[in-house]
């Protein structure tokens, strides 16, 4: 699902969107990563490494129902969207574009016993920028279709924790399960609207963005 939420400036979240239909139509997570591994002991390493990634996710929302409880819609003061004399309304469609690209510094650790390894490791993001546009859909061709771009840029604010195992299954198989969680505190950033006069221009509105991602990968090593 996806949910759409618009607050006043008293912290009153008078307009709430549910859309019951939410498809990732793209999604890219791409890595380019160097390393030089340091043995400590005969069983134990100490890997620094230098990774770039980049992300791409789009999404698009639709069969939605909001609740207005704005004065535009109640003619009273601004309540809660839950409030009784809050409107409800089946609305158009969003369309969510995400980019995101980290720089992480870290290192692995990894401990190998037989057959088997396991690894740790911890990365920090010296910069990390991400820029997502929210399109809101005209499906009625009323032209009130518009768009919001949030750009924001962080330095010292992502973070990610890596675990992995490795087998020698035979001298002709090997399996790696690789999971990581990756985190960032919220980014403040500016925000782009082209919803006046369909011109883009920088709006005086805050955005602040957050993301915590979990991938777990499953790979298979055939040895030639």
Not at 70 to 91: F, L
Not at 131 to 141: G, L, Q, R
Not at 174 to 196: D, E, H, Q, V
Request: hydrophobic share 35%.
């Amino acid at each position: 699902k996806m949910y759409d939420s618009d607050w006043n400036e008293d912290g009153i979240k008078h307009t709430y969107s549910i859309f019951e239909s939410n498809k990732n139509t793209l999604g890219l997570n791409t890595i380019i990563n160097t390393q030089y591994s340091f043995p400590v002991t005969e069983n134990f390493n100490i890997t620094p490494a230098l990774q770039l990634q980049y992300n791409y996710y789009s999404f698009e929302a639709r069969n939605g129902i909001g609740y207005y409880g704005s004065e535009a819609y109640t003619g009273q003061p601004d309540v809660w969207w839950n409030d009784e004399s809050a409107k409800k309304y089946r609305v158009s469609g969003i369309d969510y574009l995400r980019h995101t690209f980290f720089t992480w510094i870290g290192s692995n650790f990894d401990y190998n016993f037989g057959k088997h390894s396991i690894g740790l490791g911890l990365f920090v993001a010296p910069f990390t920028y991400t820029s997502a546009i929210d399109y809101h859909t005209d499906e009625k061709n009323l032209g009130r279709d518009f768009s919001t771009q949030f750009i924001n840029i962080g330095f010292f604010k992502s973070y990610f924790f890596q675990l992995d195992y490795f087998c020698k299954i035979n001298e002709k198989l090997g399996l790696i399960i690789n999971s990581k969680l990756i985190s960032n505190n919220i980014i403040i950033g500016k925000t782009y609207s082209n919803n006046i006069n369909y011109s883009w221009r920088e709006i005086n509105q805050p955005n602040g963005s957050d993301l915590i991602q979990a991938i777990i990968i499953l790979n298979l090593i055939f040895y030639i």
